[in-house]
């Protein structure tokens, strides 16, 4: 309350879940906001949600990247959700750093559910008045809701720390054909001298496995940094970096928005010809991948405090934030 009002542009509640608390405390510290932790648990595992400041009438941002673990991550979620509807919250924003569940955006074989789809309209019908995430891993998952989805892009906070390592004769390559535009936006911004993409053969029926095949464009006596939107095992990174290095490259590096990093990946990270990797922390990174020397991390809170900023003052998040 300012002079008897209420300031608009500062009233407004910060709950986070257990996913990802270090970097919604990071984000709450650029807002001068002070971030509940509304979670606790029951002894039989039940999840308990209860809020202790006043809702009524004010936004309320819920900050859950719902990563590992996903089930559990993405029940905090809606639980939070309901809560702070059914506390008269005038609008409930839900910020999903890392949207789990977001590479089942499409019916690929007979007999599957399109299981991004179905998490969408979950978050929707718990109350959910707008969701935003960081680089969905495809943006017409967008429609799978009636409610505003606004979609950030990890480049914001790659794109310094790249700069920085001022890679001459630069090439950004694609692991796959489907990043090709993720590509080309990078290769732009970062003035590259050439674009390269991996084709690669994936079963679809065989979790987490590739193979690369051949490569469109020229990589010899490059720097060439390869852009993801994520890495999980690490299989198709590592297997496309191996293939730039083998076709003459200088150096490989990559880039990638999600770090999950999940089974093997940092084993093959490590051994493979990978100078570094740059990751955002829309998850909750481990020890083990912090300390790792091949991983560099940059944060996504100054961008994410950013749009949580203009959603509460009306202003417009594509200008100047979507690199």
């Known amino acids: 309350m300012v002079g008897g009002k209420i300031d608009v542009d500062n009233d407004y509640i910060i709950l986070t879940g257990r996913s990802n608390t270090a970097l919604a405390k990071k984000i709450a510290a650029i807002l001068k906001k002070e971030v509940y932790e509304p979670i ?3 002894s ?7 809020i202790t400041p006043n809702l ?8 859950q990247p719902t990563s590992t673990p996903v089930n559990d991550s993405i029940m905090e979620l809606i639980l939070m959700i309901d809560a702070a509807k059914r506390a008269s919250g005038s609008e409930i924003i839900a910020v999903v750093p890392y949207y789990g569940y977001s590479r089942q955006d499409r019916k ?4 599957v559910p399109i299981s991004s789809s179905v998490v969408a309209r979950m978050i929707e019908n718990a109350g959910a008045n707008r969701i935003v995430t960081v680089d969905i891993h495809s943006e017409q998952q967008e429609g799978f809701v009636s409610s505003p989805w606004d979609n ?3 480049s914001y906070a790659l794109i310094p720390a790249i700069k920085a390592k001022r890679l001459k004769d630069l090439v950004v390559a694609s692991p796959d054909k489907g990043g090709v535009t993720r590509a080309t936006g990078y290769a732009k911004l970062l003035n590259a001298s050439g674009i390269a993409i991996v084709y690669k053969e994936r079963d679809v029926a065989v979790n987490n496995q590739s193979e690369a095949l051949a490569m469109i464009g020229d990589v010899r006596g490059k720097d060439v940094l390869l852009v993801d939107d994520m890495i999980d095992t690490g299989g198709t990174i590592v297997s496309a970096a191996s293939h730039i290095k083998q076709s003459g490259a200088k150096s490989v ?3 990638v928005t999600h770090g999950l990093f999940s089974g093997k990946a940092l084993e093959r990270i490590s051994n493979s010809p990978i100078e570094e990797v740059i990751v955002t922390d829309t998850i909750n990174l481990r020890e083990e991948v912090i300390k790792n020397p091949k991983i560099a991390v940059v944060s996504v809170a100054p961008l994410l405090a950013e749009a949580i900023k203009r959603i509460q003052s009306g202003e417009s998040i594509s200008k100047d934030l979507i690199l």
């Open 40 to 42: 606790s648990i029951f």
């Open 44 to 50: 039989d595992g039940e999840i308990r949600i209860k």
């Open 56 to 63: 009524r009438r004010r936004h309320v941002f819920i900050i």
């Open 108 to 111: 690929e074989m007979p007999r």
């Open 152 to 154: 950030l892009y990890g």
């Open 253 to 255: 590096r990559v880039a």
